[in-house]
């Protein structure tokens, strides 16, 4: 069987590919190796990821999307490209139907982008879709109903908080904070208060082991190596989970006052229904242990992380594919 439709959840860290009747048959870094001079593609996903920080100066590594959005055009539709091909395999002769998650604050040229970079590598016709309403779809929410319901889908790039009613957004935030900049603060934390550089995959690592948004809650260490900024020798380290949130604490309290905002301008009814049933969390940075109980603490308001965070846009594309006639019509950004 021909295979003519594909989800992909297009994220700023990871990106996932849905086929129907075969599920998530891709889950790799956005990451993309290339050659110099020649700007040739070297590596794509894992492989590429493997090479950060370990490259000799002829291989340049990128990350093609920045806060959920194409900061490199060209090397975004190698990686499309890639991806597709792996996906369905080179030589189908069929182009696909292709849905794609999108941020909610997304602009019709950014927009434009996604869509053109996805038609040259491959696709017939391209559908984008709000990660909201995505996430919503794959958390199980009810995005029909009249009630209202809040979700906030914590990813690599963008923190997008939204209120949807009537299978529609009523209102959104879409925060250029997450997991890349979870990263950061960590890395930027110990460099001041340890002396020691360390590179990207160790501050990820770090912030999945012994991530916490609460300091009390548990004692966890994570043994790390770095280079000490003093002797320029290699150094050892143990890392405890008080410390990851401490040092992303700051983006945390700008997150709040996001899904604040968000509140400030929802109708008093919605609200309330919200108040009722709850926050989701979903997005691969929502995982952050102890999330769910710090936004409770802040917000007053309790807050739920979705079954399977990480695959909730993922599986939100494979609820539009399998009726995508109906959603033409409703969710759909369609550009031919």
């Known amino acids: ?24 048959v891709i889950n790799e870094p956005t990451v993309v190796a290339l050659k110099k001079p020649e700007n040739t593609v070297l590596a794509v996903g894992a492989e590429a990821k493997e090479m950060v920080g370990r490259t000799p100066d002829n291989i340049v590594t990128y990350k093609p999307l920045k806060d959920g959005v194409i900061a490199e055009y060209y090397i975004t539709q190698a990686m499309l490209k890639y991806f597709i091909g792996k996906s369905i395999g080179s ?6 139907e292709i849905v794609i998650s999108v941020p909610a604050g997304i602009t019709s040229t950014e927009e434009r982008a996604v869509t053109n970079a996805a038609k040259e590598a491959g696709a017939k016709e391209v559908f984008l879709v709000k990660e909201p309403l995505l996430a919503s779809l794959g958390a199980g929410i009810p995005i029909h109903s009249s009630e209202g319901n809040m979700i906030i889908n914590i990813g690599g790039g963008t923190t997008e908080v939204a209120v949807i009613s009537l299978g529609g957004i009523v209102a959104w935030s879409s925060l250029r904070i997450a997991g890349n900049r979870f990263d950061q603060a960590i890395t930027s934390y110990i460099r001041k208060k340890y002396g020691l550089a360390i590179g990207e995959a160790t501050a990820e690592r770090i912030k999945i082991e012994g991530g916490s948004a609460l300091p009390n809650k548990e004692k966890l260490e994570v043994k790390i190596r770095g280079r000490d900024l003093m002797s320029g020798l290699p150094k050892n380290l143990s890392v405890f989970s008080s410390e990851v949130a ?10 709040v006052n996001s899904i604040q905002s968000v509140f400030n ?14 926050i989701i969390l979903s997005g691969g940075s929502s995982q952050i242990r102890h999330l769910d109980e710090f936004l409770k603490r802040a917000l007053g308001v309790e807050a739920f992380v979705a079954e399977d965070p990480l695959f909730c846009v993922a599986k939100g594309t494979a609820i539009v594919l399998s009726h995508i006639d109906v959603y033409k019509r409703t969710l759909l950004a369609n550009r031919r």
């Open 1 to 24: 069987m021909f295979v003519r439709k594909i989800g992909i959840d297009l994220g700023t860290t990871n990106t996932l590919v849905f086929l129907p009747e075969k599920g998530i």
């Open 91 to 96: 030589f189908n002769i069929f182009k696909p």
């Open 246 to 255: 401490e040092a992303i604490n700051p983006y945390l309290v700008d997150i």
């Open 265 to 278: 301008v929802t109708p008093p009814e919605l609200a309330a229904d919200i108040m009722e049933k709850g």
